[in-house]
């Protein structure tokens, strides 16, 4: 036996005995000799019990948790005992209807056949019924002829965790075979509780998101250097990979639960990352913070990621730290927001300049209506690339590229410069995007593709603040003569002065930058500027060489197209050719078309408004057209041929689906049928009235005129 045996059973006893003496004060002390004597005598049971120890019962639901032999579970037994040795402590779920135990007599043997019924089911207990446990009834040892150190056993057993998982409900097979023991160690798989659900019908409104069978590439990120633990970088790569499966879905004006979870793992980490070799780390995480943020379109907390990453290393002389071109980056300078192909493109740019940064979060602002941050900003980045030193990092990585970083700071200082003027531009301050336009338009460095964008913007702003001054003095105008405030403007200043700019910077400009895709819309902005100086047949030959020499031309392309196999054939840069030919037809027809309306030549634009019939068949587009024609029939005094293009309009909006679709959620579509339908029946009641004039002689004489009154010619 074992040498601690004899002071646990010392320790035992003596706890045994103050318990008693606790509880019963007024009987006598023992003396040392007695209590000796007593454990003397403990020891020897339990050295004849330890010799010859009884085979374990079998334990079901409902035995009790004594012996079938103790005395001690009979209710006359009366002995010297605690009171506290029946069933007081079994639980109450296992109490009740207990059976009648006698003293001495055994338990009946169980019938297996009254458990469990034929066939191997059980029927399911009802949801009041007393469940049984796992884990409170898991041994079939007989207490009473146990050893010490079974009893040891057991209470180590009893300390396990296992019993603190939620009680499970046992399937037929435990019922009725004997409870497994509880192993010694305890296990770390969680217990599997199997639920009993319902078929629910997938709809959209149950189902979050919808489900794809395209899987979804994420690229999987990786934790770099060697001055962290493993358990940080587990944290860093958790946080990174949350911002990239993190969606808002589309127009979502709240917060996600997935958004949510990946900024509050991000704000985790951040916290965590205070060391000066964690710079790294909270850069790459600040920026697949405003990566997250720039995917799902929610600007706001992109803007205030962006201030956060230009506060907390805009100053730092160390930026952009180690492994800088493996880091997640951002757009590139001319990219637009909400652009998904510029965003992915740009997340293996490596990390960005701190002058980058800025004319970003520039544009952010610009969108956001936020015209006066947006051009601070800007300024910004013009002086981070004056102030801020060079960096070696960005300049090796640019050499590897081939490139010189002096090509990249020049570059991002002329894209803040023209974002400055695309500012002004988009608030109305016409005259200072003029002047940075100009400045722009002087810089030698500048390349043809950005000298093109910026010589036509040049003239628009003209033309733009032409028109402005215009609608200004129309609205002096109607106002009362002594209200009238005329308006003081220099020369270079007046409309006539900034049409004629415009005809001096747009005019040629097809010949000078051919490859712009800007050409066709010079040759509308001059004939727009002829209108405005009363030269309509300058106005007509610009929409004509707007038509006739465009590249969308579709002569131009069967003539490049013909020389190749059909199989060699790019039909996508066909397709995208004839729609942007389609556009300009449409755009430039309907304006001569309104053109001779407007000025009475009827016929000329009945002939064009034929014409663009066949362009487009969509509702959008046959409606308002059919209409002009009808318009300019009436005009013409064709109303037998008005009244059934009128019809026409009815018929073709009542027998296509698709017209009606647009008609109730077009308020344009639905005004301009409503006109068609009346004009219709104005003319067929005039008509009307005309054939009883012409059938019955229906016709008022002229009266004389009165002598008194004066005659007037």
Known sequence: MNRTTPFLCFSAFVGFAYGLFAQDDVRPLKTIDEVIEGIDSLLDDIDRTSGSQVPAQQASPQDTFLPNTFE????????????????????????????????????????????????????????????????????DLDYKTASLEDLLREVELLQLPEFATPLNIPDASAVAQPMPVIPSSPTSAKPEEELVTNEVVSTPLLDPT???????????????????????????????????LASSGSNNPFVTRSVFKATAYCNRVLGRLNAPHHKRYRRDVLLSLINMHERNQAWVDAAKSYERFIEEFAADEKYPFEDHEDAPGIPDLRAGLGSVEKLL??????????????????????????HRMAL????????????????????????????ALEHRMDAESNQAMFEIA???????????????????????????????????????????????????????????????????????????????????ILRGYGTLYPQSHYVPESHYLLALTYEQLNQDEESIKELLVLLREADFNPELILNLESTRAKGDRDYATINELKGIWNFWKKKTGNYLANKFFENAEYFNAYRIYSALQD??????????????????????GNYVQAMETYSSIEDYVNSVKEAREDMANNEYLNFVFGMAKWRREQLEDTRAIRQAVNRYGIYTIPSRPDPALPAFE
């Open 72 to 139: 001690g579970n009979s209710p006359d037994a009366d002995i010297d005992r605690s009171y506290r040795m029946q069933n007081e402590l079994m639980l109450e779920s296992l109490r009740d209807g207990q059976p009648a135990v006698a003293g001495s007599e055994p338990l009946p043997a169980t019938n297996l056949d009254d458990i469990n019924p034929e066939g191997g089911q059980i029927e399911q207990p009802p949801l009041r019924s007393p469940r049984p446990i796992t884990g409170a009834i898991t041994s």
């Open 210 to 244: 919808p489900v794809s069978n395209i899987p979804i590439d994420i690229e999987e990120y990786t934790v770099l250097g060697e001055q962290i633990d493993q358990e940080l970088k587990e944290k860093i790569r958790e946080a990174i990979m949350e911002t990239r």
């Open 345 to 370: 493109e740009g997340q293996k740019r490596g990390a960005p300049t701190i002058p980058e940064t800025h004319i970003r979060t520039g544009k952010i602002y610009r969108s956001l209506g936020a």
């Open 376 to 403: 601070n900003k800007f300024y910004d980045a013009i002086n981070a690339t004056l102030t801020i030193p060079s960096n070696k990092a960005f300049e090796l990585a640019e050499r590897r590229k081939g490139n």
């Open 422 to 504: 695309e500012t002004f531009m988009d608030s109305e301050d016409y005259a200072n995007a003029i002047k940075f336009y100009d400045r722009l338009w002087r810089l030698e460095q500048l390349e043809d593709t950005d000298r093109a964008v910026v010589r036509f913007n040049q003239g628009l702003a003209h033309y733009r603040r032409a028109r402005d001054t215009l609608r200004k003095q129309e609205r002096i105008e109607r106002m009362p003569r002594d209200q009238q405030v005329p308006m003081e403007l220099d020369y270079d200043q007046t409309p006539r002065a900034d049409f004629a700019k415009v005809k001096e």
């Open 615 to 636: 362009i487009d068949p969509s509702p959008s587009w046959q409606v308002p057209v059919l209409y002009q024609v009808a318009l300019c029939e009436e005009k013409l």
